[in-house]
C-alpha cells in the first residue's frame, strides 16, 4: 500500500516544467474549486462557459476553415463523400443511411469524430474523460468542440452535453475507440444510471481500417498500435505532418491533477492542442480512406494502399472491384507500378489468386501463382501456398502429373507443420502411382 500511496502522491503532486504554481490562498480568499470553476480557465483556454444541468461546462470551440492546410493535405480537398458507398465499404455490417434520413439533420453533423483524454489508460469506474473532443464537418469546413470537466461534480452536466452533441449524429468515428473511448464514455453514462447515447450509433473504428492501407511495409497486420500504425506515425506518413512541442500521453493525467488542485489552466493549453491535433487528423484519415473508395485506382498512391483498399472490398462482398485493386497493387493490370515492396506485391498476389481461384478463373490465377513464385523476395508462406495451388493446378486440371510433383516437392520443403507435411506427402505419394501407372506413350 505504501508503494501505491507513494505512486498516487506522485502523480498528483507533479507539475509540468515550466507551470506557474500560485500562492497559497489566504483566509476569505477563493478556494482551488473556485479558481478551478473560474473565468481565468476559460480566458487561458479560449472558451466559455456553458450552464447545463445546474452546472457550468467549459466549451472550447474552434473552426478549420476550407484553405486549412495539414501537412500535405488541405481540407477543401479532403471532405468526406457525399455518397454514402464508402460507409458501405468501411463499414459492412451497417446499412448506409438513406436520403431522406439525412435530410432530417443538419448537412456536416452526420459523422461525429470522438477522442478523450482521460485521467488514466486503466479503464474503469475510477478512469474519467476529463475533455472530450468532437469534431464534424461543416460542408468543406471542420468544426472540433472540446468540452472540459472542471471538476468531478460537473461530470453529468459534460455528459449531458455531449449528449446533446451524439443526438445530431448517426455514425461515431473514433481511433482505437472501439477498445478504449466508447467504452470509457459508456462507462461514465451508467456510473450516472443513464443511456449512453453512443450504445445505438454505428461505429467506425479507423484503426482497423488504417492498418490495411498504411501500415508500413514489412510490418504484420496484426501488430498494435504503437508504432507504424499508431495515430501520430499515420499523420506524419500519410498527411506528412509533423507536430512540434506535443506534450507527451503520460503527462497528460498530471497536467489534469495539477489544475484541479490549484486552478491553473496554462499547463492545459497543449493538452487541448493534442486532442484538436488528434481529431483533425482523424478527420483527414477517414475523408482519404473514403476518398480512396469513393473515386478508386486513380487516388491510389503505393501499393499497400491498393492492397489494403482490396481487402476492404473484399469484406464487404465487392469481389470485382477487390480483384482490380490487388491487380493493380501487384502490377499485373497493366497500369505502371505503384510503390511499395516485392513483399506487398507478394501479398497483393496472393489475394488476387485466391480470389481468380474462388470465381472459378483457375487460368488467371496459375499465372498469378506462377508470377508470385517468380518474385526474388517471395514470403516463404505465399510461395508454400502457391505451390501447393499449382501442384493442385496441374494434377487435376491439366493433367500434367509431373509438374504436379514439382510443385508439391517444393511445397513440401517450405512446409513446416506436421499436418501440412502429412497431407503433402500423401500427395506426392499419389501422384508417384499415378506417374508409374501412366501409359509409357505420354512422356
Keep these: 500500500m505504501s508503494v501505491l500511496a507513494d505512486r498516487l502522491r506522485g502523480i498528483i503532486a507533479a507539475v509540468p516544467a515550466g507551470a506557474h504554481r500560485p500562492a497559497p490562498a489566504s483566509v ?3 478556494s482551488s474549486q473556485d479558481r478551478a470553476d473560474g473565468a481565468d480557465a476559460a480566458d487561458v483556454l479560449g472558451g466559455q462557459w456553458i450552464e447545463s444541468d445546474g452546472q457550468r461546462v467549459l466549451v472550447v470551440d474552434r473552426l478549420y476553415r476550407p484553405g486549412h492546410r495539414h501537412g500535405r493535405f488541405t481540407l477543401v480537398d479532403h471532405v468526406l463523400p457525399h455518397s454514402p458507398e464508402w460507409l ?9 443511411v438513406t436520403r431522406a434520413e439525412r435530410a432530417e439533420k443538419p448537412a456536416g453533423s452526420r459523422s461525429l469524430f470522438v477522442d478523450l483524454e482521460t485521467t488514466g489508460l486503466a479503464g474503469g ?7 472530450v473532443g468532437c469534431a464534424w464537418f461543416e460542408e468543406c469546413s471542420l468544426r472540433v468542440r472540446q468540452l472540459f470537466m472542471s471538476s468531478a461534480a460537473v461530470e453529468s452536466a459534460m455528459l449531458t452535453t455531449l449528449a446533446g ?12 475507440g472501439k477498445s478504449f473511448d466508447v467504452p470509457l464514455i459508456d462507462t461514465r453514462y451508467h456510473f450516472h444510471r443513464r443511456e449512453s447515447p453512443f450504445s445505438a450509433l454505428p461505429h467506425l473504428d479507423m484503426l482497423h481500417p488504417s492498418r490495411r492501407l498504411w501500415r508500413p511495409d514489412g510490418e504484420d497486420a496484426g501488430e498494435r498500435t504503437a508504432g507504424g500504425c499508431s495515430l501520430g506515425a499515420l499523420e506524419a506518413s500519410v498527411c506528412g505532418f509533423t507536430r512540434e512541442g506535443d506534450v507527451p500521453g503520460f503527462e497528460i493525467p498530471s497536467r489534469y491533477f495539477h489544475f484541479v488542485r490549484t486552478g491553473d489552466a496554462a499547463p492545459l493549453e497543449s493538452v487541448f492542442e493534442h486532442n484538436r491535433l488528434d481529431l483533425v487528423s482523424l478527420a483527414f484519415l477517414t475523408a482519404r480512406g473514403a476518398q480512396l473508395v ?22 464487404s462482398g465487392e469481389m470485382s472491384m477487390a480483384r482490380r485493386c490487388f491487380a493493380r497493387a501487384a502490377g499485373i493490370d497493366g497500369a505502371p507500378l505503384l510503390p511499395g515492396d516485392e513483399g506487398t506485391r507478394a501479398e497483393a498476389m496472393h ?15 496459375a499465372t498469378a501463382w506462377r508470377q508470385l513464385l517468380n518474385l526474388h523476395r517471395c514470403p516463404p508462406a505465399l510461395a508454400r501456398s502457391a505451390s501447393e495451388a499449382l501442384a493442385v493446378h496441374h494434377e487435376h486440371r491439366l493433367r500434367d502429373l509431373a509438374t504436379a510433383r514439382a510443385f508439391a516437392q517444393r511445397s513440401a520443403s517450405l512446409t513446416t507443420t506436421a499436418t501440412r507435411q502429412q497431407a503433402l506427402q500423401h500427395r506426392l505419394a499419389r501422384l508417384e502411382r499415378k506417374l508409374v501407372a501412366q501409359p509409357l506413350w505420354l512422356f
Design 88 to 96: 458501405r465499404v468501411f463499414l459492412p455490417q451497417h446499412a448506409a
Design 125 to 131: 469506474a475510477g478512469t474519467y474523460a476529463f475533455l
Design 28 to 30: 476569505g480568499s477563493a
Design 294 to 315: 469513393d473515386e478508386g485506382m486513380p487516388m491510389l498512391a503505393t501499393s499497400r494502399e491498393a492492397v489494403g483498399l482490396g481487402q476492404l472490398f473484399e469484406r
Design 351 to 365: 489475394a488476387y489468386a485466391v480470389l481468380c481461384r474462388r470465381d472459378r478463373r483457375h487460368a488467371d490465377a
Design 165 to 176: 452533441l451524439a443526438a445530431q449524429a448517426d455514425l461515431v468515428i473514433s481511433f482505437n
